[in-house]
C-alpha cells in the first residue's frame, strides 16, 4: 500500500511539474553558440537578410532625385526627303520684276530643293534631373519591404532555434554512443576476469575446456555489439561536425557530467500549450504577413490618385558640329498621370488580398492546433519516460545485486555458467536501457523547448 501511495505521488507530480531545462553544461553552451555563427543555414538567413536590407535602402533612393546624361550621334544617307518648291515660287515673280524694271538683275532659273528628313551628321546631348513629388507607390513600397525585413529577421530566429534543437539532439545522440561504448567495455571487461577465472579452473582439471568457448563466444559478440555502436558514433559525431560546419572528423568535448546535473521544473501541460501559444515565432510571422496584406491594400487603393513628377535640363542639338547654331537648349517640366479608369482591375486585386488574409487565418487557426498537438504529443513522452526510467534505476540496482550475488556463488562453485552470463547480460541490458533512456529524456527536452518557442 505505501508503495502504491508512493506511485500515484510521483504521477501527480510529473504531471504538474513537467522539468523542463537542460542541465547546466558549459561545454554544450559553447557548441551551441558556435554553431549560431558557423552554421551554413544561420549564415544563409544572415544574406537574406542583407539582400531585403539592400531592398529597402533601394525604396528609400526611389524618393531622391536622379540625373541622367543622354547622347546621340547620327548619320544618315537617303530616306523620305521634303519637297520645297523654290523654283516654283519664285521663279515667276522674278521674272515680272525683271519685265517691269526691264533688267535681268532678278534671278529666275531657281531649282526646287529636296530637304532629307533625318538630319545628318547630327549630335544631340541633353543632361536631364527628375525627382517624383506625389507617388503613393513608392511610399508603400518603402513600407512593404520594412515589413518584407521583419520577416527575414523572424526566419532568422526560426532557423536558430531549429539549429539549437538539432545541436542539442545530435550532441546528446552521440553522448549515446559514448556511454553505451563505457558500458560495453565495463561488460567486456568483467568477462575478461571471469574467463581468466576459469582459465584457472581448466588448468587445474576443475572444469572442462569447452566452458571458455561459451565465453569467449559472449567477449566476441559483445565485441561485434561494439563494432556496429562505434559505427553509429562515428556517424553522431560526422553530423554533429557538419551542424556547426567542422571537418566531419573534428574531436567532440564530451560533458560526462550532463547528466548528474539537475532540471528545472516549471509547469504543467496547459501552461506549456499557453506558453507556445504565445511565444511560437510563427504567429508573428502571419502578423506580418497580414500587415502586408493592409499595406498591398492601400497601395492598390491610392494607384487611383494621380503622379506627379517635376523634370528640367540643358543640352544642344546642333548638325556638323556646328556648336553656334545648336544651343544650348534648356527644358523643366511638370509630368503627371492620373488613371482615370483601369476596368476594374484594382477591385479585383483587393479581392484576391481579402482571400488571402481569410488564408492566413485558417492557417492561424490550424496552426494552434498543430502547435497544441506537438506539446501533448512530447509531454506526454516526457511523463512515459519518467516512470521508465524510475523503473530502470530500479532494474539496474536489482541487476548489480544479483550480478554480485551470482558471480561470488560461481566463484565458490555454487552456480553454473549460463546462470553467470545470464546475470551479466541482464545487467549490461538494464545499464544500457537506463542510459539511452536519460538521453532520450534531454532529446525530448530540447524538442519541449523547440514546440513552446522558449
Known sequence: MKIKISFLLFIFFQTFFLPNGFAQSDILDNYVKEALTENLSIQSEILKKDKQYSKVEQAKKLWKPTVDLNASYLFAEGGRELLFPLGDL???VYGTLNQLTGSTSFPTNIENEKIQLTPNNYLDLQLSVSKPLINSSIKYNQKIQNELLRINDLDMELSKKEIVAQIKTSYFNYLKTFEGLAIMEETEKLLQEVLTFNKKLVKYDKATPDVLSDIEFQIANLQSQKAMLMEQQDLAKA???????KKLDAKIVVDENILQSEFQATGNITSLKSTALQSRLEFKKIDVATALNSLNQKRI????????????GIGLQTESFNFDNGGPLFTIGLGMNWNL???GLRKKKIEEIDIDQQILENDRKRLSQQIEMQVTKVFYK??????????EEVAVKSAQKSYDAINARYRNDKAILI?????????????????????DYLILLAELEKVTGE
Open 90 to 92: 519664285f521663279n515667276p
Open 239 to 245: 553530423y554533429f561536425n557538419l551542424l556547426l560546419n
Open 301 to 312: 487603393d491610392k494607384e487611383k490618385k494621380p503622379t506627379l513628377g517635376i523634370s528640367g
Open 341 to 343: 479608369m483601369d476596368g
Open 382 to 391: 516526457i511523463r512515459s519516460l519518467q516512470i521508465r526510467m524510475q523503473a
Open 419 to 439: 546462470q553467470l552470463t545470464q546475470a551479466q547480460n541482464s545487467l549490461t541490458t538494464s545499464k544500457m536501457s537506463r542510459a539511452l533512456s536519460k538521453y
